[in-house]
């Protein structure tokens, strides 16, 4: 059974920081790409950052160059997304996914909340 489980969501300030972790169990997780889609409340899902199955570069969001970066540890089956200088913006439920060709896999996604 396919498995996605995203954790470390939560309220933080502005400027706080907060590091999402997604364990995932069910499958080859060392060859498929990950990445971390977020969805605000009435706006379309978008694309965070992907990181490569092997690791290696990423690739990030313009929104969020410089403030978050992701990792992986194959060992673990787990993606990681280091979030730092968090804005109110960044407001949204944060999903893993996970991708090898045209397979797909989704978390339940995490709620993180940025405000004062």
């Known amino acids: 059974q396919v498995q996605l489980v995203e954790s470390g969501g939560g309220l933080v300030q502005p400027g706080g920081s907060l590091r999402l972790s997604c364990e995932a169990s069910?499958?080859?997780?060392?060859?498929?790409?990950m990445s971390w889609y977020r969805q605000a409340l009435g706006k379309e899902r978008e694309l965070v950052a992907t990181?490569?199955?092997?690791?290696?570069?990423?690739n990030y969001a313009d929104s969020v160059k410089g403030r978050f970066t992701i990792s992986r540890d194959n060992a673990k089956n787990t993606v990681y997304l280091q979030m730092n200088s968090l804005k109110p913006e960044d407001t949204a439920v944060y999903y893993c996914?996970?991708?090898?060709?045209?397979?797909?896999?989704w978390g339940q996604g995490t709620q993180v909340t940025v405000s004062s």
């Open positions: 996914n996970a991708k090898f060709v045209v397979i797909a896999y």
């Open positions: 069910g499958f080859t997780f060392s060859r498929f790409a």
């Open positions: 990181i490569p199955s092997a690791g290696g570069s990423a």
